[in-house]
């Protein structure tokens, strides 16, 4: 081959500096294209949350920071018999929730509405059906409202181990057929104004009934299997016959 003139010299490397030019131009961009895709899939998922659909109780975290809690929204976490039974707390509040058997015979079984995570406590040798009650964890103190639309029928008081520890009211709901009610235990007095009275109506997620009592120093408390507290709520059992003794 005859030596190349400095013309043609100068013709290669400049022919070579241009193809470098183009593998170092490629290189780059393929080395930003995975960095461009990982940012905007980041931000993507940022705007939607990740994608879940599980809903804001999918796994419900208690707030210490709204005092007692304000009054429920219109959220409906059981069913039973044409009844529907709304959140009786400030959602930001729950800690957990679980459903349970109660040891009476007239005990009527609860449907799980979907609104919530419902965990199901163990039977332990009770009668009633496995989602007759339903426990309601909330710090003590938080507002207790109406879970439905009815009427008083017996406030009566809540005796453990021979000790009275607060409350419990029966609501017939006016949806209910069948002498169906409504007990709602583990109360303490509102924080302002009397104990609901028998007669009185009251409506879902509006009327306050009391407050959670604290029963952290009276028994364990099944609940607190799924809380990082002692378990502390208000508990909602359905059952069908005649109200319980009035005060």
């Given at each position: 081959m005859p030596p190349l003139t400095r013309?043609?010299?100068?013709?290669?490397r400049n022919a070579r500096r241009r193809r470098g030019l183009r593998r170092d131009r490629r290189a780059i961009v393929s080395a930003a294209i995975p960095v461009i895709i990982v940012g905007v899939l980041a931000l993507v998922l940022g705007i939607t949350?990740?994608?879940?659909?599980?809903?804001?109780?999918?796994?419900?975290?208690?707030?210490?920071?709204?005092?007692?809690?304000a009054r429920p929204p219109e959220l409906v976490v059981?069913?039973?018999?044409?009844?529907?039974?709304?959140?009786?707390?400030d959602p930001r509040r729950v800690t957990a929730a679980a459903f349970h058997a109660i040891d009476d015979p007239s005990a009527v079984a609860m449907e799980?509405?979907?609104?919530?995570?419902?965990?199901?406590?163990?039977?332990?040798?009770?009668?009633g059906p496995d989602t007759a009650g339903l426990s309601v964890g909330a710090p003590a103190g938080t507002r207790v409202y109406s879970p439905v639309d009815g009427v008083v029928e017996a406030v009566s008081d809540y005796t453990v181990f021979g000790r009275i520890e607060g409350y419990?009211?029966?609501?017939?709901?006016?949806?209910?057929?069948?002498?169906?009610?409504?007990?709602?235990?583990?109360?303490?007095?509102?924080?302002?104004?009397?104990r609901p009275s028998v007669g009185s109506p009251v409506r879902a997620g509006e009327t306050e009934i009391g407050r959670v009592r604290d029963f952290?120093?009276?028994?364990g408390q099944e609940?607190?299997?799924?809380?990082?507290?002692?378990?502390?709520?208000?508990?909602?059992e359905l059952v069908r016959g005649e109200a319980a003794q009035i005060l």
């Open positions: 013309e043609q010299l100068d013709a290669r949350g990740g994608g879940d659909d599980a809903t804001p109780l999918a796994s419900p975290v208690a707030s210490p920071e709204i005092g007692p809690g059981a069913r039973a018999e044409g009844v529907q039974i709304h959140i009786p707390v799980d509405a979907g609104a919530m995570r419902i965990h199901q406590l163990p039977r332990r040798d009770r009668v419990e009211i029966t609501i017939r709901p006016s949806t209910a057929a069948g002498g169906l009610m409504l007990r709602i235990s583990h109360l303490d007095d509102p924080a302002s104004g009397p952290s120093e009276v028994a609940l607190s299997e799924f809380t990082a507290d002692e378990g502390n709520h208000v508990d909602l």
